[in-house]
T-cell receptor, first 111, second 114 residues
Framework: GQQVMQIPQYQHVQEGEDFTTYCNSS?????IQWYKQRPGGHPVFLIQ?????EVKKQKRLTFQFGEAKKNSSLHITATQTTDVGTYFC???????????FGKGTKLSVKP | NAGVTQTPKFRVLKTGQSMTLLCAQD?????MYWYRQDPGMGLRLIHY???????AKGEVPDGYNVSRLKKQNFLLGLESAAPSQTSVYFC?????????????FGEGSWLTVV
């Protein structure tokens, strides 16, 4: 079945450093979504990518969808303590089936 | 606008006991979902519903049952709780299917089975 792999599992950075998490699918995706979960909280939708090679930005966050629509990345520039949490990618394989979530990357930021 | 509301937030069960987790959404969404989240395992889909009166199995349905008698409510039942069901449970909803539609999550229900 469809699998979505996410790396790294954990990332510890100094405040001000950059951070990137990568998502890879075993199959071509129709779209990919990214969610953020703060410690003790619930996942909150960040963005959706649909087009091959698509790049979207939200302030310090840059999201990319690969040309083959099988991988994606989230890059945070100059991390802040408010960026702490777990970032999940979730891929959708097409008209049937549900979102498959990656296992997430837990980001900690040292002030 | 409350969004997705789950009850209870915390519960401790003894092995073999039964319980029901309640989920309500006020966004008139057709699709509703139940996920469980375990350390290092991400979010795994238990059951979902594409509309009132319908339910379907997700990735990890064993040991759980669901019902969607009303569009706004989605109930998750544990008939005979097991320690392996200790987890954080998230209810979620979306306007249409998850292809192109944002999934809105509730705040979670922490369940411990002893």
């Amino acid at each position: 079945g469809q699998q979505v792999m996410q790396i790294p599992q954990y990332q510890h950075v100094q405040e001000g450093e950059d951070f990137t998490t990568y998502c890879n699918s075993s199959t071509t995706l129709s779209n990919i979504q990214w969610y953020k979960q703060r410690p003790g909280g619930h996942p909150v939708f960040l963005i959706q990518l649909v087009k091959s090679g698509e790049v979207k930005k939200q302030k310090r966050l840059t999201f990319q969808f690969g040309e083959a629509k099988k991988n994606s990345s989230l890059h945070i520039t100059a991390t802040q303590t408010t960026d702490v949490g777990t970032y999940f990618c979730a891929g959708h394989g097409g008209s049937q089936g549900n979102l498959i979530f990656g296992k997430g990357t837990k980001l900690s930021v040292k002030p | 606008n409350a969004g997705v509301t789950q009850t209870p937030k915390f519960r401790v069960l003894k092995t073999g006991q039964s319980m029901t987790l309640l989920c309500a959404q006020d966004m008139n969404h057709e699709y509703m979902y139940w996920y469980r989240q375990d350390p290092g395992m991400g979010l795994r889909l238990i059951h979902y519903s594409v509309g009132e009166g319908t339910t379907a199995k997700g990735e990890v349905p064993d040991g759980y049952n669901v019902s969607r008698l009303k569009k706004q409510n989605f109930l998750l039942g544990l008939e005979s709780a097991a320690p392996s069901q200790t987890s954080v449970y998230f209810c979620a909803s979306s306007y249409g299917d998850s292809s192109g539609n944002t999934i809105y999550f509730g705040e979670g229900s922490w369940l411990t089975v002893v």
